[in-house]
């Protein structure tokens, strides 16, 4: 089963509003981040954010991160049309034999309308 | 400048041939991992591997598929005996440390076919 699920699915906003799209995920991790995908592309980090942070800002974006509740959500403000995309979360785990592995949620598609 | 270089972006394949999935990691990063993603869903981990070494191969099938980063050249994927399941787009990210709190890099995946 997926470590990460994003809620929603899918989102449609206008260009202009904000989007919020959460992430859950099950284990205990060392870090939380942020990855966009074009449609057929590969995936671009977005941010990054350690356990120990609550909040983190990178131009538009603002991510939280509540490890109680083992949940992020990352918001997009003055969304634009080429924020189009699907938005993963991916987490790492405190206890890793190496390397940053990633383990994926299941995304969520935003569209931006004109 | 280049970024993770993947070859072939599009790879088609008859059941029971094999494929090979090629990818140069980004200039310096000598850490590369393979994800598999199926249509509509996340990213899977399938691989992690150092120059010359597997470091993690959990979430690889022990059958049919092997990895490897020689100290020359291009990381490879290689599924012997093709399937349909196999069909998916695969992608490869690499990193210059393997520091978990470092973001990794993709390139633009191989999307495999089977017929």
């Known amino acids: 089963s997926q470590q990460g699920e994003e809620d929603p699915q899918a989102l449609s906003i206008q260009e202009g509003e904000n989007a919020t799209m959460n992430c859950s995920y099950k284990t205990s991790i060392n870090n939380l981040q942020w990855y966009r995908q074009n449609s057929g592309r590969g995936l671009v980090h977005l941010i990054l954010i350690r356990s120990n942070e609550r909040e983190k800002h990178s131009g538009r974006l603002r991510v939280t991160l509540d490890t109680s509740k083992k949940s992020s959500s990352l918001l997009i403000t003055a969304s634009r049309a080429a924020d189009t995309a699907s938005y993963f979360c991916?987490?790492?785990?405190?206890?890793?034999?190496?390397?940053?592995?990633?383990?994926f949620g299941t995304g969520t598609q935003l569209k931006v309308e004109l | 400048n280049a970024g993770v270089m993947q070859n072939p972006r599009h790879l088609v394949r008859r059941r029971g041939q094999e494929a090979r999935l090629r990818c140069s990691p980004m200039k310096g990063h000598s850490h590369v991992y393979w994800y598999r993603q199926l249509p509509e869903e996340g990213l899977k981990f399938m691989v992690y591997?150092?120059?010359?070494?597997?470091?993690?191969e959990s979430g690889m099938p022990k059958e049919r598929f092997s990895a490897e980063f020689p100290k020359e050249g291009p990381s490879i994927l290689r599924i012997q005996q093709v399937v349909r399941g196999d069909s998916a787009a695969y992608f490869c990210?690499?990193?210059?440390?393997?520091?978990?709190?470092?973001?990794?890099?993709f390139g633009d995946g191989t999307r495999l076919s089977i017929l």
């Open positions: 990210a690499s990193s210059p440390v393997a520091a978990g709190d470092q973001p990794q890099h």
């Open positions: 591997l150092q120059k010359e070494n597997i470091i993690d």
């Open positions: 991916a987490t790492v785990p405190i206890l890793t034999g190496g390397g940053n592995k990633l383990t």
